[in-house]
């Protein structure tokens, strides 16, 4: 079933609703036009979701990992798995839900997503073609199929921020999501936490298995999604985050996101 909704005036049931009404289908497909500022709170659900924005700016974040979604990458989120969604640009954002009696083998954890132009195509045709007490024909059966083997794709963490638990790295990371251009470094920090730089670097690595300075770029690169939403030029939005060569800055985005930073703002000008 495909609803549509609005998430400021629609009276139509919530998606957990819908599950516990319609147990035995496959999947739902629920789309809401959320605008900028919208805060889904702390939520789960019983069946597997893939949230995806064909337009517009989704910040996404658990328990232990900070994710952005923009136009061209969706989020799978196991069932059951607690999340909140912060809406950063305005976004029509379709939701759909896989019922997990009737898929095998998906990811265990949260994993972003490429959205190849084939893969927007799959997820609209099946949005247009799973309706409200319909049964599935043998067709949209096997788009989804097609679709649940994209989800098994190896996974994009680009737009993925794992955030470590120790209470060691707690200022560290407090401070760097306020002020993430911050030129601090693990040494200056170890004063403040307590622990030596290498028991500082250390810990970064076990507890999120990158290193501290890919983790600050990665925080980096993703405050710069929100920034360049905002129209703010390109070379400020670089000196705001940290770098002091804006072509380094272009450079890291491009390897991130396969797109420069103005292609990503002329992008958002034409929605």
């Given at each position: 079933m495909t609803l549509n909704t609005d998430n400021q005036t629609s009276p139509l049931p919530s998606s957990n609703t819908l599950i516990?009404?319609?147990?035995?289908?496959?999947?739902?497909?629920?789309?809401?036009?959320?605008?900028?500022?919208?805060?889904?709170?702390?939520?789960?659900?019983?069946?597997?979701?893939?949230?995806?924005?064909?337009?517009?700016?989704?910040?996404?974040?658990?328990?232990?990992?900070?994710?952005?979604?923009?136009?061209?990458?969706?989020?799978?989120?196991?069932?059951?798995?607690?999340?909140?969604?912060?809406?950063?640009?305005?976004?029509?954002?379709?939701?759909?839900?896989?019922?997990?009696?009737?898929?095998?083998?998906?990811?265990?954890?949260?994993?972003?997503?490429?959205?190849?132009?084939?893969?927007?195509?799959?997820?609209?045709?099946?949005?247009?073609?799973?309706?409200?007490?319909?049964?599935?024909?043998?067709?949209?059966?096997?788009?989804?199929?097609?679709?649940?083997?994209?989800?098994?794709?190896?996974?994009?963490?680009?737009?993925?921020?794992?955030?470590?638990?120790?209470?060691?790295?707690?200022?560290?990371?407090?401070?760097?999501?306020?002020?993430?251009g911050s030129p601090k470094t693990l040494a200056e920090w170890s004063s403040q936490t307590g622990a030596t730089e290498r028991t500082l670097s250390r810990l970064f690595n076990k507890e999120v298995q990158l290193t501290f300075p890919q983790w600050r770029q990665r925080l980096r690169l993703m405050t710069a999604l929100t920034l360049l939403e905002q129209d703010e030029a390109v070379q400020d939005v670089a000196h705001h985050i940290g770098y002091q060569s804006v072509s380094a800055f272009i450079e890291a985005f491009r390897m991130a996101f396969k797109q420069t930073p103005q292609q990503f703002k002329q992008h958002y000008r034409n929605q």
């Amino acid at each position: 079933m495909t609803l549509n909704t609005d998430n400021q005036t629609s009276p139509l049931p919530s998606s957990n609703t819908l599950i516990a009404t319609f147990p035995k289908q496959p999947v739902l497909i629920k789309t809401v036009n959320m605008t900028k500022g919208y805060h889904d709170k702390p939520h789960q659900h019983e069946w597997h979701q893939v949230i995806y924005p064909s337009r517009g700016l989704l910040k996404s974040r658990t328990e232990s990992h900070h994710f952005y979604v923009p136009h061209h990458r969706a989020l799978f989120i196991p069932a059951r798995t607690i999340h909140e969604s912060y809406v950063m640009k305005d976004a029509s954002f379709i939701g759909i839900y896989l019922n997990p009696a009737f898929c095998k083998a998906l990811p265990n954890s949260c994993q972003p997503i490429e959205v190849s132009p084939f893969l927007r195509e799959l997820i609209l045709k099946l949005t247009q073609n799973v309706h409200i007490g319909q049964p599935l024909s043998d067709r949209v059966l096997n788009l989804l199929t097609v679709f649940e083997d994209e989800l098994r794709a190896e996974k994009d963490s680009s737009l993925e921020l794992p955030m470590p638990a120790d209470r060691r790295l707690q200022p560290i990371v407090h401070e760097l999501l306020s002020c993430p251009g911050s030129p601090k470094t693990l040494a200056e920090w170890s004063s403040q936490t307590g622990a030596t730089e290498r028991t500082l670097s250390r810990l970064f690595n076990k507890e999120v298995q990158l290193t501290f300075p890919q983790w600050r770029q990665r925080l980096r690169l993703m405050t710069a999604l929100t920034l360049l939403e905002q129209d703010e030029a390109v070379q400020d939005v670089a000196h705001h985050i940290g770098y002091q060569s804006v072509s380094a800055f272009i450079e890291a985005f491009r390897m991130a996101f396969k797109q420069t930073p103005q292609q990503f703002k002329q992008h958002y000008r034409n929605q």
